[in-house]
């Protein structure tokens, strides 16, 4: 299986690119993600490639960092969502939009990205609450670990919220905004605060 490919970025027309590898030219699909940050034609690229075996050919799917990789393959194991659905995702939405979508159980924001119908979107946060960073190996992924806290918080916060009598949709709403970086006893202030300022409003 093919992991990882080094080589000259000879050809993209999104969202295929065309990759030399020692004389080798490898076809990749890529997210809108990833093609954005492409260097120039002729410049060296690093892609993570998801390889998927088909009994009428070899596709190679590309990724410019080890996170993206990982959410694609968690994203094609939900039923009914194929690689198509995966690029979808991540070429219109960050991945911190997506967590955040996930944690909040926001399908409607899911529902946005083109190709997914409410009932998938149901499905995305249905199989993905708490697995989409369960992948150790990106561990040390100072992105990662971002992500993964603000996960966290998001998770205590809106438990919080729920054992304060608030539903599930108030919590959710309330935590739409909630600020990187912040912990879960700031983040239940945060959150209530600006519960108070709806009110008033």
Do not use: W
């Amino acid at each position: 299986m093919i992991g990882r490919l080094c080589g000259l970025l000879l050809e993209k027309h999104p969202p295929q690119l065309t990759i030399d590898v020692g004389g080798v030219g490898y076809e990749v699909i890529v997210p809108m993600s990833t093609f954005y940050q492409l260097p120039d034609i002729g410049a060296s690229v690093t892609l993570h490639i998801h390889q998927q075996i088909r009994e009428d050919a070899h596709v190679l799917y590309g990724f410019l960092s080890l996170e993206e990789r990982l959410i694609f393959k968690q994203l094609i194991k939900v039923n009914g969502v194929g690689p198509r659905i995966g690029l979808a995702v991540l070429s219109t939405i960050s991945i911190e939009e997506l967590l955040l979508a996930i944690a909040t159980k926001n399908a409607k924001r899911l529902s946005a990205v083109p190709g997914v119908g409410n009932k998938t979107a149901e499905r995305l946060v249905l199989e993905l609450q708490g697995k989409l960073i369960a992948d150790t190996s990106l561990s040390t992924s100072s992105a990662t670990s971002l992500h993964r806290t603000k996960l966290n918080v998001l998770n205590d916060v809106i438990g919080a919220l729920l054992a304060l009598g608030y539903s599930e949709k108030e919590a959710s709403a309330m935590v739409k905004n909630l600020p990187d970086q912040i912990d879960v006893n700031a983040g239940i202030r945060f959150a209530l605060k600006g519960s108070v300022n709806v009110d008033k409003s």
